[in-house]
């Protein structure tokens, strides 16, 4: 068996394709990525790159029309696309747990969202009484900012959405998991309200020393809270490195694009672009799916996607700029 390159979670070769009218949508292609206990992940990309699939694959939450084609998700020692679903519900929402984009279409709107974090307190230790998980469940309302005496009993319509969003990092902490995944938990807050959500996650995970993912595509953010990043681009994974590595030093032209692009205090000239526009997935080019908006494309460029390697010390990139003679498989 491989060794796992981190020791917590190691996803390799992550294919997911979704069946469609307009015929095959290859979501994943191929994905790369790990991580040790207590770090911090940081997945970034465009819109439509595959993070948020990434993520409802390494829970093994891809439904019908989608499919989960090939590839391991090694987690705390197995490997999760092996497990049947009794064996995974023993798994999520207890070691491993998932803030989702949309708090209040993620809670049940027709419970309290006491009882909802009760239930999770529940699921990962049913011997406690009544009144041990409640008040477990009026701590972990404190601890995410909320006033237990006022929020206990309010039904998700009643919430705004800072306090919906609490309300879901409060369920996926109750667990105590190994591994927290973040899926854009800002995107549908406002400005102020998100920088709030993010200094509690922050503060949240540095004192519980939890593992966390982080998927953005926002790089102000992953730089701020994540230890290492992961950059995807149509399904597949481009580069991985600390995140001081990445800013620093960029390697793949996609990430070069990506940081040219970033708007900058006091800049005044016109912001650069990335020519060309993000593949179609049901028919998506031959070899290196960014081949087609790629300053350096070569030929070998067009015919095989490269493999993911490293080219220093834990710095990975996927890219024949960076191949040499030998390079034939992923680290």
């Known amino acids: 068996m491989k060794v796992m390159r981190g020791n917590l979670l190691d996803v390799s070769d992550l294919r997911v394709v979704f069946y469609t009218y307009r015929g095959l949508i290859q979501a994943l292609n191929g994905v790369e990525l790990w991580l040790n206990s207590g770090e911090k992940l940081g997945i970034v990309g465009e819109s439509g790159c595959g993070k948020s699939v990434t993520s409802l694959a390494m829970m093994r939450l891809i439904e019908q029309p989608g499919e989960i084609l090939s590839g391991s998700i090694r987690f705390d020692g197995q490997d999760l696309a092996k497990l049947d679903e009794d064996a995974l519900n023993k798994i999520r929402g207890r070691d491993m747990a998932m803030i989702f984009q949309e708090p209040k279409s993620a809670l049940n709107p027709v419970m309290?969202?006491?009882?909802?974090?009760a239930e999770s307190i529940w699921r990962s230790d049913n011997a406690k009484s009544k009144r041990r998980v409640y008040q477990e469940v009026r701590k972990m309302l404190e601890l995410v900012g909320l006033d237990s005496d006022r929020t206990i009993n309010l039904y998700p319509h009643e919430l705004?959405?800072?306090?919906?969003?609490?309300?879901?990092?409060?369920?996926?902490?109750?667990?105590?998991?190994?591994?927290?995944?973040?899926?854009?938990?800002?995107?549908?807050?406002?400005?102020?309200i998100q920088i709030q959500i993010l200094e509690l996650l922050q503060e949240l995970v540095k004192k519980l020393q939890y593992a966390a993912i982080l998927i953005t595509h926002d790089m102000g953010v992953a730089a701020e809270f994540c230890d290492k990043i992961t950059v995807m681009y149509a399904g597949n994974t481009v580069e991985h490195s600390e995140t001081m590595n990445i800013f620093e030093k960029p390697y793949h032209p996609y990430t070069q694009g990506l940081f040219k692009a970033v708007p900058d205090i006091g800049r005044t000239d016109e912001l650069a672009t990335i020519?060309?526009?993000v593949p179609d997935l049901v028919a998506p080019p031959s070899g290196c799916r960014f081949h087609p908006r790629c300053p350096h494309c070569m030929e070998q460029c067009q015919q095989t996607f490269p493999p993911l390697i490293e080219i220093e010390p834990g710095h990975h990139v996927a890219c024949y700029l960076y191949l040499k003679e030998g390079d034939t498989h992923a680290n």
């Open 112 to 117: 309290k969202v006491g009882f909802q974090i």
């Open 275 to 277: 020519p060309g526009v």
């Open 160 to 192: 705004s959405g800072g306090m919906a969003q609490r309300i879901m990092i409060a369920i996926a902490l109750s667990s105590r998991p190994k591994l927290l995944i973040a899926d854009e938990p800002t995107s549908a807050l406002d400005v102020t």
